[in-house]
Structure formats: C-alpha cells, structure tokens
Nanobody, 117 residues
Framework: QVQLVESGGGLVQAGGSLRLSCAASGRTFTRYAMGWFRQAPGKEREFVARWSGGATYYADSVKGRFTVSGDNAKNTLYLQMNGLKPEDTAVYYC????????????WGQGTQVAVSS
C-alpha cells in the first residue's frame, strides 16, 4: 500500500502564494506519475496538474501560475501556487498512478486552501 500525506494548505489573500507538499510512503515504485486535484464546495473534483518522469501538465485555469515538481529521492510531490485567486479555494488532493495502471490508485486526505478577496 501507498500512503499519501498532503501539507502546506492555509488561508492566503488573493495574489499570494502557497506551496503544497505530498509525501508518499509505503510501497515504492521506480517509475510512477503523480497528480494534484482539487474540489471546491458544491463542485466536482477537477484536475490541476500532473508530474510524470519530469514531464508536467496543467489545467488551463492554473497554467502560468502553478508549478508542479517532484523529488524522487524524497518521494515527494510539490505544487507551487502563485497569483492565487478566490476561485482557487478548494481542498487539494494528491494522487499516485502506479506503473501499468490506467488511473490514480492512491489518494491523500487533502489539504484546504482558502483564498480571500
């Protein structure tokens, strides 16, 4: 099993920055992909960013403001969020897609991000 623990959420004013971290423990893989998702109140969970072997992908809504990065040695995924907007307010989740899997099989418990106007 893999355990994912997010941290770094909080309350910030519009235009501010936060850095989320996601630490993975338990079963390790030599190659895997990880992603960030978010869910705002009353809305469905949505994709934010993906990190796979150094390649990165972003939702259009965060492109140019968020940066995803990974540290294989530390089994940690990061999400640097700059230029935050009130519409970025959500619970942010990290997820891991093991090799050979077509989906994210492991999810963290989430960390709350609130952006005030």
């Amino acid at each position: 099993q893999v355990q994912l623990v997010e941290s770094g959420g909080g309350l910030v004013q519009a235009g501010g920055s936060l850095r989320l971290s996601c630490a993975a423990s338990g079963r390790t893989f030599t190659r895997y992909a990880m992603g960030w998702f978010r869910q705002a109140p009353g809305k469905e969970r949505e994709f934010v960013a993906r990190w796979s072997g150094g390649a990165t992908y972003y939702a259009d809504s965060v492109k140019g403001r968020f940066t995803v990065s990974g540290d294989n040695a530390k089994n940690t995924l990061y999400l640097q969020m700059n230029g935050l907007k009130p519409e970025d307010t959500a619970v942010y989740y990290c997820a891991l897609q093991p090799p050979g899997s077509a989906k994210y099989d492991y999810w963290g418990q989430g960390t709350q991000v609130a952006v005030s106007s």
